[in-house]
C-alpha cells in the first residue's frame, strides 16, 4: 500500500518527514515525494529509492506532507509521484487508494487546468484549487471536494496561505499521532511511532483539521470527538500494524484488496466491466483459446480462473505451469490469447514462457500486482490486481485478488463473445462484490481456526480434497502449509484419492476438505466418507448452507455462491499460519524461499 506522512510543529519539519518517509519504507514503494511549506510550498518527488530523494532543508518549514507511491493509476514516474499540485502549485495532496470517478473529473476541468500526470490522485488537487477560488477555507474546500469522490481513499492536503494540514478518510486508514508541541500524521503509526505513541485513529467520513496543538474533526455537519489512545507498539509491531507477522496482516488485508480490485471497475446493474483492455469484440469473438502461464500460487489462481472462463466466456482454456511451457499455438497464433498471472511481474519462469509466446506470434495480457513491472512492459495488456506490495513470503491476499480480477476479465470476455447475458453477468458481479463481507466473517472466526490448527498441528502429513473450484483452493491450502510449517502436505481432486494417496491416510494425517458452492460438495462427501473410516480427522469447510456437516470440525464460508471456494481459502491460510505459529516457523521468510523468483 502507498503511506502518508504529516507534520505540523517546531521542530526540523524537512528531517522529520524525511525519517517519517524511512519508517514506510517497509510497505514497498516505487516512487516518493514530500510537500513542505514555509510560505511558499516546495515539491520534491521521484520515483526510485528514498534515499535518492532530495530533500532540503527549509528551518522555517513548519508544515509538511510526504508520501511512498506504491502505483496504481499510471507508471512509477517522477511525474505521477506524489504529492500532486493545483495549477498555481500552491495546493499539494498525496493520496492512499484509488478515485472511481476521476476521469469524469478530468474531462470537466481539462479546458481550464493543466495536467501533469496520469494519476486519479491529481484531480483532487484541482478541485481544491477551484473550490479555494471562491475565499474558502482550506477544510471546507476538502469537505466540498471529498463529497464528490467516489471509491476509497485517504488524502492529506496542505495549501499556501492555509495553516496545517487537512486530511479525510474514507476506507483507507489514517492516524494522528500528538505531542505538547506538534502534531503527525501516518496511514499507519508507524509514520511517526519514534516520536509518540498518543494517537488518534480517524474513521470514514472523518475530515480533520491538525494544526500544531490541535486537531479537530468532523464527519458529516457534526463536530467529533475520537478517543485519545496510547499504543503500545514498538517500530517493527507498528510496521506490522500490531500483527505478529506480515502473512497475518495480509492476510486480514483481504477485504480491502478484493475491494480494491473491483474499485471502479463494475457497474453491477448493466452487468459491465470497464478493465481498459483494448481486445476488442472481434478479437474475443475470434479468440480461439486462452492459455493461462503462472507458477506457484498465481498458477492456482489460473487454474481457479480456468474453471470461471470455460463455464462463463465460452473459451477453451489450458493453464501452464510457466517452467514446462511450450507454445503451441494454431496456424494464427494471435488468436491465442496467453495471460501471464504473476503478482511480481518478475518472477523469471513466467517471463520466459511468455516470451515464448510472445515470440511466436502469440496475444499476451499481464495479471500483476506490480506497475511498472518487466512483465507489464512486455505484454499486450496488463490488468492489475491492486493489492498493495506483499510483503510475507507466502501468497495470501494476491491470491484473492488475483482470482476475483480474473473473474472480472470473464465476465469482460464473457460479454464480449456473448457467453452470458447482462443479467447473468450482473449475478456473477454480485457475488464478487459479496466477497469482501464473507472474508471479513471469516477473519472473524480466526478463533476457531486456531484451536483447531493446535489440535491437529502434530499431524504426520495434512492433506487437501476438492472438485471444481475446490480442487485449485486444496492445492493451494496444501502449499500453504508446506511452505510456512514445513511439514509434509499435499493438495488432490477428490477422486484422485483411492488412485495411491489413500494408501498415505492413517489417524495421524488430518485431512482438510473445500465443500463449498461450486466444488461439486456432494462427490467430495463421499472421498470424506473414504478417509473417516480409514480413522482420519476431517476438517470440512463448507457452505453456511450445507443441512448435514459430519465432520471433526465444520468451518462455515457464508453463502455467496461461486466465489465461496476463493473464500474457503482464507480458512485454509489461518490454518496454515496457526499451525507454523503453533511450531514456531519462520512465517514470514520460510527456510530456501523468496518472494520473488527471478531465476529459472
Ligand atoms: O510473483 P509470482 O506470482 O509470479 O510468484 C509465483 C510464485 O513464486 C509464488 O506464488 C510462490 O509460490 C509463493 N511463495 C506461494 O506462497
Redesign the pocket.
Known sequence: MCGITGYIGDGDCSTIIARSLKNLEYRGYDSAGVALLDGTLEVHKQSGQIDDLTIPSMPNATCGIGHTRWSTHGAPTDANAHPHTDCSGDVAVVHNGIIDNYEAFKRELGDDHEFTSETDTEVIAHLIEDALADDADLRDAVEDVVAMLEGSFAIAVTAVGHEGIVAARQDSPLVIGHTDDATFLGSDVTAFVEYTRRVTFLEDGDIARLTESDVTITNGDTLVERERQTVDWDADAAEKGGYEHYMRKEIHEQPHAVRQALSGRVDELAGAVDLDLSLSREYCNSLDEIQII?????YYAGLYAAELLERHADVRVSVHVASEYEFRGNRDPWRTLVVA???????AD?LRALRKAAGAGARTLAVTNTVGSTVAREVDDTVYIRSGPEIG???TK?FASQVTTLALVTVYLGRQRNAISSNEASTILRGLSAVPGAIQQVLDAEPAVRETAEEYADGDAFFFIGRRFGHPVALEGA??LK?ISYDHAEGFPGGELKHGPLALVTEQTPVVAVLTEGTNADETLHNVKEVESRGAPVIGVTSETDPNPVFDTALEVPAIGLMEPVVANVYLQLFAYHVANQKGRSIDKPRN?A???TVE
Not at 503462472?294 to 498465481?298: E, K, Y
Not at 498471472?341 to 518472477?347: D, F, K, N
Open positions: 503462472a507458477c506457484g500460487t498465481s498471472v504473476t503478482q511480481s511481474g518478475e518472477t513466467t513470503v507466502a501468497a494476491t502449499l500453504k511452505e524461499l518472494k520473488s523468483v
